[in-house]
């Protein structure tokens, strides 16, 4: 405990020194979450965390989180200095979308406009029209479609259907998945509604069909908060990474948060209901790179130029 509290000050101080400001998503590390909020940063879902890196003066971003997330941070402001706790905290979404083989399926369909989810990489952003996060991708994609645009979607497959079936738009569907959101069960999870019959259910729409048809509300990580103080119920049960559960009981103490159920425990599941690349962010990783001001994020100027094209319409269009 002594050593949290020194590290803690230490890392406060050296946000002073570096005038570096501390950028951090709702399913890092608690600790991390609350040094963000008290030094004057942000804690927040990527639309959120894009928007707070790129408008605030602080010379250095210091994003803990996932690569994309550090990636977007630089491309919205690559005079700044973008750092991030470690270099190999990425994504499954991301894996999983190679950008060489997105491109070969966006020239097999040049009918179509490109809407790609923000847990990619720089390479995939800049072959898009369209950059979108969990918070508002469905409002984009009605917008499309209101236009009669085919829409070409990826990586996330049960994001993409989830907003198919909500706007009915005509989309063709990469098939990625997030390795955490993945593994929560419909099944169990009606389960365990059945022995909570009183809790609302709250779903990350990275969640398979059959876990978000349980869902009371649908949305990101800052719009399921939201929802857990506004809603008037007293329990709830949470299908995303459990890191979230750090803000929701500090934002409503006096309300029981339930997580939803995952294919094992944590005995046998590695990646169930916690992100192992956000669990890669840590207070003395945090401190080595302010102290070093080591671990910079590159993003290929030419490649943030135009990635920058179809994240900037989203911001445009949240505005
Ligand atoms: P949001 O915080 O934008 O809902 O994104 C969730 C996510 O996948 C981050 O890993
Ligand atoms: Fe990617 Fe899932 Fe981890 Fe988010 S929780 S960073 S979508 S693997």
Redesign the pocket.
């Known amino acids: 405990a002594d050593e949290k509290i020194l590290l803690k000050e230490r890392i406060r101080t050296l946000l002073r020194e570096r005038d570096a400001v501390l950028v951090a ?3 890092v590390d608690g600790d991390l979450q609350d040094l963000a909020e008290e030094t004057g940063g942000c804690v927040s ?3 959120e965390m894009a928007r707070f890196g790129r408008d605030h003066p602080a010379k250095t971003l210091v994003v803990a ?2 690569k994309f997330m550090g990636e977007t941070a630089k491309i919205l402001s690559p005079e700044k200095t973008i750092l991030m706790p470690d270099l190999d905290a990425t ?1 499954s979404l991301d894996l999983g979308c190679d950008p060489a083989e997105f491109t070969a399926f966006c020239d097999q369909h040049p009918d179509r406009t490109v809407v790609v989810y ?2 990619t990489s720089a390479a995939v952003k800049a072959r898009a029209d369209w950059m979108v ?3 508002i991708g469905l409002d984009i994609v009605r917008h499309l479609h209101e236009q009669g645009k085919k829409i070409l979607w990826a990586p996330d497959k049960h994001l993409g259907s989830y907003i198919q079936k909500q706007t009915g738009a005509d989309m063709l569907l990469w098939q990625g998945s ?1 390795l955490v959101h993945d593994e929560f069960k419909g099944v169990e999870l009606d389960l365990l509604k059945a022995e909570h019959p009183d809790a609302k259910v709250l779903v ?1 729409p ?1 969640s398979p069909a059959n876990v978000v048809d349980h869902a009371d509300v649908i949305g ?3 719009q399921l908060i939201a929802a857990a103080v506004s809603l008037p119920a007293m329990k709830f049960i949470v299908a995303t ?1 459990n890191g979230i559960l750090h803000k929701m009981r500090l934002a409503a103490p006096h309300k029981t948060f339930i997580e939803a159920p995952t294919a094992g425990n944590s005995a046998t599941c590695k990646s169930c209901a916690h ?1 192992p690349w ?1 669990a890669m962010n840590g207070l003395r990783n945090l401190a080595d790179v302010l102290e070093n001001l080591s671990n910079e994020i590159h993003v290929d100027p030419a490649v943030g130029q135009q990635a920058k094209v179809s994240i900037n319409r989203m911001l445009d269009f949240a505005a």
């Open positions: 998503h709702y399913y879902d990527s639309l989180g996932v994504c923000a847990n996060t969990s918070s997030c990350h990275e990101s990580t800052s990474d992100c956000m």
